[in-house]
């Protein structure tokens, strides 16, 4: 396994664009690469963005479908019948896809394997995440030491972004020059473009790049 190199989980939001230009400017740029999953997600301009920024960013990109999710629907990313923002029981917020997280950095470790690369990359974070159970930092750790012995293999599963706020994220973006490539991310739950700027994602995109005092390069190019 290989330690200048790394594979970036790229869903084409501001988080997975951040989490690029992190991995760009820790590892060596030319070993850098991309996986994007297409879940059977509501809207492909997710996919479509992912592709912009890996290419925009210069690095190889490769999409993987992973449809099961849309199959077992029951969620507001999948399933067009569920309108966002609905809170059940459980207290989950209903954009909460169960077990997605798992399965994305499961395939990841698996593509890795083939590749010799022991570093992964994912924008997951606790500070903002919602009450996803699979952006926790103890899931990460868990998860991390399933795949490594699951693949016999030392993986080290990265998330710069776990204990940042928005606010952080978006200054961070800012010192690693990714503000540009923000203007190609996709962040809108309604899958609207300029983004709806009423669900939650957009909701919570606008009060970082506000805290921040930074203009949104994608409101601002819409």
Request: charged letters at 15%; one cysteine or more; a negative charge.
């Amino acid at each position: 396994m290989t330690t200048d190199s790394a594979l970036v989980v790229l869903s084409g939001g501001q988080a997975s664009t951040t989490c690029l230009y992190w991995a760009l400017d820790r590892f060596d740029p030319a070993g850098v690469a991309a996986i994007t999953f297409d879940y059977g997600q509501r809207h492909s301009v997710e996919l479509a963005s992912a592709r912009a920024v890996a290419e925009f960013a210069g690095v190889t990109q490769v999409e993987l479908p992973i449809d099961t999710f849309a199959a077992l629907g029951g969620n507001a990313l999948t399933e067009a019948a569920v309108p966002v923002g609905k809170m059940p029981p459980d207290g989950l917020p209903n954009t909460f896809v169960p077990g997605r997280n798992l399965v994305f950095l499961t395939f990841a470790a698996a593509y890795a394997y083939q590749r010799g690369i022991a570093d992964i990359v994912t924008g997951v974070a606790q500070t903002d995440y919602s009450g996803y159970p699979d952006c926790r930092e103890s899931t990460l750790i868990a998860l991390q030491r399933a795949l490594s012995l699951g693949m016999d293999t030392d993986f080290r599963l990265h998330t710069p972004l776990m204990h940042l706020s928005k606010k952080e994220t978006v200054q961070m973006a800012q010192r690693l020059g990714a503000l540009p490539a923000m203007a190609l991310t996709h962040t809108c739950y309604e899958g609207k473009r300029p983004p709806c700027g009423a669900c939650p994602a957009c909701q919570l995109r606008a009060q970082g790049f506000a805290q921040a005092g930074i203009p949104d390069p994608l409101v601002d190019n819409s």
